[in-house]
């Protein structure tokens, strides 16, 4: 199942976390035509707009990594956005995948999708077993519906289309916005400005008590790949670590990373979110992949990058 290097190679989402990941892996293993176009250049939630784009291209493989993705505040602010636009992205892509019979697509989705409160860690076959977590379930409701078309379309069509559930990502190219940055990316913003600004204290939101699971977006690229070359079937894999850690010792991961050695409080007036949202990774790997970046080496590369890359603020 090993792809042609020479495959025309679409990226939905190339300049964002994830698909500037997965353009640089893809890059390194020597394919060499890839094909990208920034929201400026095609607006994915255009519909005919996709088409055309598809009919021009036509991609022999389609990884879609395009998304409007953001932390708690943001989704619990913006429901609306984060159903509809993800949903007009999706669709849309697919669809156009389909009119040029796409022979291979990778959907990429969110650990989200699995109910609040399913069994850990989170098997595959959790999906649709109970409520979702309240704060992003619009985004989840339409990463759900992407599982559900590819399913469609294999079923339809016969075309071997995949999807993957990664689990909280990181990297470089990350948002930092704090106000629409997801927790990893957030804390190292605040962690940074704190120490900038001699604050004797950062505040995280909630009890610092739910534990999370977090993959540098390097791994996830490595995995996708994997994917397209070594997995065929209807039932979306998870993508993690197989290991979690609590959101304070996250932040204490961050803050020693970034050098900042004030106090770190809590705040439980504000949501926790999900109390655990761990990965079960048996299936991938059972498959023979396994991440190679660990959580503390990878915090520290990301916030040498931010350095390197922040507009003004180091």
């Known amino acids: 199942m090993r792809l042609d290097r020479d495959a025309r190679v679409y ?3 190339h300049r964002g976390l994830v698909g500037s990941a997965v353009w640089r892996r893809l890059e390194a293993e020597g394919f060499t035509r890839l094909i990208g176009a920034t929201s400026k250049e095609l607006d994915l939630r255009d519909r005919d707009a996709t088409m055309a784009f598809f009919a021009e291209h036509r991609p022999e ?3 879609d990594a395009a998304a409007k993705v953001g932390g708690i505040l943001a989704n619990r602010d913006h429901p609306t956005e984060f159903l509809s636009d993800n949903l007009r ?3 849309n892509v697919m669809d156009a995948a389909l009119s040029t019979e796409t022979p291979k697509l990778l959907f990429l989705g969110s650990s989200c999708i699995y109910p609040k409160f399913a069994e850990q ?3 595959e076959s959790s999906l649709l077993t109970g409520e979702l977590e309240p704060t992003n379930d619009a985004y989840a409701i339409a990463k759900i519906a992407g599982i559900m078309q590819v399913q469609a379309v294999r079923r339809q069509y016969g ?3 995949i999807s993957a559930m990664p689990t ?3 990297g470089p190219n990350d948002n930092f916005d704090l106000t629409s940055s997801h927790v990893l990316p957030a804390l190292m913003r605040r962690f940074h400005d704190a120490k900038l600004n001699n604050t004797a204290e950062v ?8 534990r999370r699971e977090f993959l540098h977006v390097d791994d996830l690229a490595s995995a996708c790949l994997f994917l397209l070359e070594h997995y065929d079937d209807p039932q979306t894999i998870n993508v993690g670590v197989g290991t979690d850690v609590t959101i304070r010792e996250l932040a204490e991961t961050i803050a020693k990373a970034v050098g900042y050695t004030g106090a770190i409080g809590t705040d439980p ?9 761990l990965l079960d990774v048996s299936r991938l790997r059972a498959l023979g992949w396994k991440p190679g970046i660990d959580l503390e080496d990878g915090v520290a590369s990301v916030y040498a990058w931010y350095l390197e890359n922040s507009r003004g603020d180091a």
């Open 269 to 277: 007036s504000k949501p926790d979110g999900t109390p655990r949202k």
């Open 121 to 123: 860690p989170i098997r």
């Open 11 to 13: 990226v939905a989402g």
């Open 89 to 91: 992205i999706q669709v």
């Open 168 to 170: 909280n990502l990181y």
């Open 159 to 161: 075309l071997p289309w």
């Open 203 to 210: 505040v995280l939101w909630g009890t610092g008590t739910p």
């Open 61 to 63: 493989v389609v990884i």
